[in-house]
């Protein structure tokens, strides 16, 4: 019978007592987060889809009907939670990149090319097992790049091959894993190919140094989604490619005599919702003025809109200009298919920072409906047009993590992970706390609680 728990039941028991001084940093276990991007909770048992393995691991380990991601509920700002443990309030990551632009001053730009130490506002999971001796390794994990605390990188940012640690990138292309020691080498291949390149590459560290500490990220499945949308054989395809590719993790674990010593946790950063209709808020903005355009750039701005699916912020040039205030509540209230204008003073209720303690969070946050997307284009002259006929994404995510489809899923299975147990709801910010208590190290400054409930005591101990 399996064993059904919820995440709020309150543990009065020490975790201390039952699990151990966690300060007692452990090299005899091995964590392996593998996070399979825009992986929705609904479809762990929908039997349309082929994903034995992951299923098998779900039986025999824990897992949890939904993984409730930090708002904004993209890519970046919630794989920055996984290691974190705090969401984006804390950790400041708020877009899969950083939003570029002197105060007082507009247009803004959206840079991905930043290393770690500019985007990440607080220490780390791998930071801290870093630190205390335990191998430490990603691949093409968001928010790492020059992070300084992993041994081995091949880190999700745009110019990934230039920015990989200088060994790993070496033996990758003796290995005949990278054609060439140049970022084409990765982006000449589709989605599944570039899949492929970090799995292989993933292989030959579980294989040549195994580390305490991987993070692995795979994007096929996201690339999918948004370009055909939910439910199609595609999207089916690519869950199934991804459970194969966990097997092929598994069996190299087989290979080196390490499955005993290895705690998985098979995870994704958000589900998703269709998007048959695009919102362009700077189009709005544009028509009433607030936003100059020339030659299909915007040259001056007192406002501007900076968003990706289900959600945009809006900076502005002068927050104290009452009348500019008031004005993009009235542009944007009554815009088909915006579920909800928030301003900066409530962030602090969605998780989301203030902009005067965080420059990288907007003065208001236009929330999108089920179905409606928002996108950064200024060339179009419609403030609403069909995502299918202009080009755009058939389906997001970026929506407030209220919306239950923007759940994502949570399997643990391995050393230390009670068989049978079932979890209502996980929150994000539990992920890290979690691996740190199973390697033995202290993350202070996670938010997140420990989730005991999935542990053998008898192994963990």
Not at 154 to 163: A, K, L, R
Not at 206 to 228: A, F, G
Not at 258 to 278: A, C, L
Not at 362 to 381: D, K, P, Q, V
Request: charged residues 20%; contains cysteine; hydrophobic residues 40%.
């Amino acid at each position: 019978m399996k064993k059904i728990v919820a995440i709020c039941i309150l543990i009065t028991i020490s975790v201390s007592q039952i699990y151990g001084n966690s300060s007692e940093n452990r090299t005899d276990r091995n964590v392996i987060i593998l996070s399979i991007d825009g992986f929705p909770a609904d479809l762990l048992w929908n039997e349309t889809i082929d994903i034995p393995t992951l299923r098998k691991l779900a039986e025999n380990g824990a897992y949890a009907h939904s993984l409730i991601p930090t708002n904004p509920t993209l890519t970046w700002p919630n794989h920055t939670t996984m290691v974190t443990g705090v969401n984006s309030m804390s950790h400041c990551v708020l877009f899969n990149g950083k939003v570029e632009y002197t105060i007082g001053s507009l247009p803004v730009n959206l840079n991905s090319n930043k290393d770690k130490n500019e985007l990440v506002a607080v220490p780390t999971l791998y930071d801290v097992a870093f630190e205390a001796g335990l191998y430490t390794a990603d691949i093409n994990w968001p928010a790492t790049r020059n992070a300084g605390t992993l041994h081995d990188s091949f880190p999700d940012v745009p110019n990934s091959v230039g920015h990989m640690t200088d060994d790993l990138l070496w033996e990758l292309f003796e290995e005949g894993i990278l054609d060439d020691m140049t970022n084409f080498a990765l982006w000449q291949h589709d989605s599944e190919g570039r899949d492929e390149i970090w799995l292989q590459s993933a292989l030959y560290l579980i294989k040549n140094r195994m580390p305490n500490l991987m993070m692995i990220h795979l994007l096929n499945l996201d690339s999918s989604v948004h370009r055909l949308g939910l439910s199609t054989e595609v999207s089916k395809r690519a869950l199934k490619l991804a459970d194969s590719q966990l097997e092929r993790i598994i069996q190299a674990l087989d290979t080196i005599g390490e499955r005993e010593n290895t705690t998985f946790f098979i995870v994704s950063d958000h589900g998703f919702i269709n998007t048959p209709k695009t919102i362009l808020p700077n189009v709005a903005l544009a028509q009433n003025k607030l936003l100059e355009i020339e030659e299909g750039n915007i040259v001056t701005a007192k406002a501007q809109a900076v968003g990706t699916g289900g959600f945009a912020f809006v900076y502005l040039k002068d927050p104290d200009d009452e009348e500019i205030f008031s004005e993009v509540i009235r542009i944007f209230q009554d815009v088909e298919g915006i579920n909800s204008v928030i301003t900066a003073d409530e962030f602090d209720k969605y998780g989301l920072p203030h902009p005067v303690d965080c420059q990288q969070s907007g003065w208001f946050l236009l929330a999108a409906e089920a179905g409606y997307s928002f996108n950064n284009s200024i060339r179009e002259n419609e403030i609403v047009v069909s995502s299918e006929e202009y080009g755009f994404s058939l389906a997001h995510h970026g929506f407030l993590n209220s919306y239950s489809q923007m759940s994502g899923t949570f399997v643990a299975y391995g050393n230390g992970i009670a068989k049978g147990t079932v979890i209502e709801r996980v929150d994000m910010r539990s992920i890290a706390p979690t691996v740190a208590h199973i390697l033995g190290l202290d993350l202070d400054t996670a938010d997140g609680e420990v989730l005991l409930d999935i542990f053998d005591v008898e192994v963990v101990n």
